[in-house]
């Protein structure tokens, strides 16, 4: 029978581990410190292609990332004040958020972010709910690839459902945002155009329907398509509000409330004057 283990323990274990399990990084040196132990771990799940774990080093996974979980803290949706009809803006780390659903911003693979360490919501929301979720992911793919053919990928703005493992959060629901294409200037503005602007909404109207469909009451939007994607801000922050308050006047009762997620104080600000 395997003794209890502390954090430390843990940590030194899985880092060991998935060092092994990666193959080409086996003989990895290993950081003495805890915060060089933890950029090892995380990077190592980051490029872990989706497969089977054995149930002994899962069970060390998930105590672990339980803890994180508490060591970070844990936000729950009566820490949230809301603003108005149901509509709450918070800034953090969404993996902290114990509502009934978290909205993470996919992309096509549906498999979430391979790059090492990198700062994405994408890699931010695989890393913490554990290898499980990218073996969810790619199941669920597997299916639609038989149903559809081997080159398929996940659309825009259709949304996909999975549980959210040692997340707060009882659901994740990825979605793909419209990417908008880099122009000749600063700003990506002029590249907008009405079917970008749709699928952005419909990113925001569909998962609220998938909300309403599983009984998910609450949910807790990142800032679709911003970033990497070049959705300007602003806009995209008018297109999310105006969508997901036209939903709730639409279908009351169906999700009692809806946060606006952000990361960046530019989002915040926006948010907040959007709602107010």
């Known amino acids: 029978m395997m003794k209890d283990l502390n954090q430390e323990d843990r940590l030194a274990r899985l880092v060991e581990e998935f060092k092994v399990d ?96 990198h700062t994405c919501i994408d890699n931010c929301i695989h890393t913490f709910a554990g290898v499980q979720l990218r073996e969810e992911c790619s199941r669920q793919m597997n299916q639609l690839r038989i149903r559809y053919g081997w080159d398929y990928e996940q659309p ?6 999975t549980d959210a493992y040692n997340l707060p959060a009882k659901k994740v629901i990825h979605v793909v945002g419209p990417i908008v294409p880099p122009g000749t200037g600063f700003s990506p503005q002029h590249n907008l155009t009405p079917e970008l602007e749709k699928d952005l909404a419909d990113c925001y109207r569909n998962t609220l329907d998938m909300c309403a469909e599983n009984g998910l009451k609450s949910v807790a939007f990142c800032c679709i398509s911003t970033g990497v994607f070049h959705f300007p801000n602003q806009r995209a922050g008018e297109i999310a509000v105006r969508t997901v308050t036209q939903w709730l006047k639409k279908n009351p009762g169906q999700v009692e409330r809806v946060i606006f997620n952000v990361f960046k104080d530019q989002d915040k600000i926006i948010y907040e004057k959007l709602i107010h």
């Not at 844990?74 to 009809?85: A, M, N």
């Not at 709450?88 to 509502?99: E, M, N, P, Y």
């Open 156 to 161: 825009t703005a259709v949304p996909m459902l």
């Open 22 to 117: 990666s193959g080409e990084y086996k003989d990895l040196e290993t950081p003495e410190d805890t915060e060089g132990k933890r950029r090892i771990l995380r990077s190592l799940m980051n490029i872990r292609m989706p497969k089977k774990i054995s149930p002994r080093l899962l069970k060390v996974q998930d105590d672990y990332l339980t803890e994180r979980a508490r060591e970070k803290g844990v936000v729950r949706l009566s820490d949230i004040p809301g603003i108005r009809d149901g509509l709450s803006v918070w800034q953090g780390d969404i993996t902290r958020l114990a509502v009934d659903a978290i909205v993470n911003a996919a992309n096509s693979q549906m498999l979430g972010c391979f790059v090492p360490m």
